[in-house]
């Protein structure tokens, strides 16, 4: 089992290459500052999780006691709307929705961001459901598209894409569901 959940992290860590990137105190949500209190909210609780990785036509799982919550989600560092090279790249658009909550999207109107989007997901007391962003990158090498998925106490999702210049295009999924949900009231 051990095999596996090193598998998940590998295929994880693949996924959060890349450098760091300076951050502005922007007019969008902060999506990295709010992945870190996550992140200080699951250190505290310490939940169990179990994780499901589709890689291709392989199915792996395991259940870990012990996680490093910042390295299973480092991926979120990189979703920040707020990059100084990013500036003005980003519409947003807010709908109500039918149970009295919101619907948050901030869509890039340009090429050049690797980040695609992200939306944000309210309940009617204004508490966070979802957070969704896209990400697509693509350089001489390597072609990645995916879309991550939190929902804040529950888990969270990946799924994408990947296709380097040697191999065929390899499609992955990876399901994180998050134990002992007692820090949900943080």
Not at 24 to 50: C, H, R
Not at 68 to 90: G, H, K, P
Not at 142 to 158: A, E, I, T
Request: glycine share 4%; charged share 30%; hydrophobic share 35%.
């Amino acid at each position: 089992m051990k095999k596996y959940v090193y598998g998940i992290f590998a295929a994880t860590a693949l996924l959060s290459c890349g450098k760091k990137q300076e951050t502005t105190q922007g007019p969008w949500f902060q999506v990295p500052a709010y992945m870190k209190d996550e992140i200080s909210a699951l250190k505290k609780a310490n939940p169990s999780i179990s994780k499901t990785l589709v890689w291709g036509e392989e199915i792996r799982s395991a259940e870990e006691d012990s996680v490093d919550w910042e390295r299973e989600l480092a991926l979120w560092e990189r979703m920040d709307l707020n990059r100084a090279e990013w500036s003005f790249t980003f519409d947003s658009t807010v709908k109500p929705t039918p149970d009295g909550g919101r619907f948050v999207l901030y869509e890039t109107r340009e090429q050049k961001p690797e980040l695609r989007s992200v939306s944000l997901l309210y309940n009617k007391q204004q508490e966070l459901l979802v957070v969704e962003a896209d990400w697509e990158e693509h350089n001489f090498w390597m072609h990645r598209s995916y879309r991550l998925s939190y929902l804040p106490g529950k888990g969270y999702n990946v799924k994408g894409w990947q296709q380097a210049l040697w191999e065929e295009r390899k499609e992955f999924e990876i399901f994180a569901d998050i134990h002992n949900r007692s820090f949900l009231n943080h």
